[in-house]
């Protein structure tokens, strides 16, 4: 698994964004791919996961009616449709696997990260 992430930058609030995370690799054997950010200072905190096979999402309440995680299996590709955004959204955000299924949340459960692109909310 390789994970590489892409389509973060600088929006004004309220605006929109796309993230994408492409597997890259050869190796397919997790359960779920998530989303987590981390801004400076603070720890790496759950975004949005989707179950790969059942493609069921599950969001953190920061998020709930503003992101939405999607997935192409064909692409081996995650999507992150982020809108009405926030000051306090930004931060790094990073796609993730873990070969756990359930709604996974924990950063430990995860075994497998990209290195990131940055999203920044402001005027």
């Known amino acids: 698994v390789r994970l590489v992430e892409s389509g973060g930058g600088l929006v004004q609030p309220g605006g929109s964004l796309k993230l994408s995370c492409v597997d890259s690799g050869w190796f397919f054997g997790y359960a779920a791919m998530g989303w987590f950010r981390q801004a400076p200072g603070k720890e790496r905190q759950f975004v949005a996961g989707i179950n790969w096979s059942s493609g069921n999402p599950y969001y953190a309440d920061s998020v709930k009616g503003r992101f939405a995680i999607s997935r192409d299996s064909a692409k081996r590709t995650v999507y992150l449709q982020m809108n009405s955004l926030k000051p306090e959204d930004t931060a790094v955000y990073y796609c993730?696997?873990?070969?756990?299924?359930?709604?996974?949340?924990?950063?430990?459960?995860?075994?497998?990260w990209g290195q990131g692109t940055q999203v920044t909310v402001s005027t």
């Open positions: 993730a696997t873990t070969p756990f299924g359930g709604d996974v949340v924990a950063v430990r459960e995860y075994d497998t």
